[in-house]
């Protein structure tokens, strides 16, 4: 159990929701196949929370989401890393690219 102060309620909701999310991970029995998780998030870089849950999930399959182009690489010059759907999407783009992520972690693992 993980007990928050903070004297701003923002800040404690949102350490007790990060908080919640890492041990969902770290406690959970039932494998977990993916992380869809937002890149830029008020106090939370989405790159440090995977980082976290690969740690102890390192079979898990990252997607990154951002409303920024700029920030992950361009379209025909894609930084390394995991795959990037750029929000607002459509639900097939998200699907899509949520299916090239877990085929990837299937073909790492072999």
């Not at 440090?48 to 990252?62: F, G, H, M, P």
């Not at 972690?105 to 072999?110: L, P």
């Amino acid at each position: 159990m993980v007990l928050v102060v903070d004297d701003d309620r923002a800040i404690r909701h949102l350490a007790a929701r990060v908080l919640s999310a890492v041990a969902i991970v770290l406690g959970s029995v039932r494998p977990i196949g993916l992380l869809l998780t937002d890149i830029q998030m008020p106090d939370v870089d989405g790159r440090q929370l995977a980082a976290i849950v690969r740690e102890s999930r390192t079979d898990c399959a990252v997607v990154f989401m951002t409303g920024d182009r700029d920030m992950s690489g361009r379209a025909d010059k894609p930084l390394p890393g995991p795959p990037v759907v750029f929000k607002p999407f459509a639900v097939a783009e998200l699907l899509g690219t949520i299916e090239t992520a877990l085929a990837s972690r299937r073909d790492a693992a072999r």
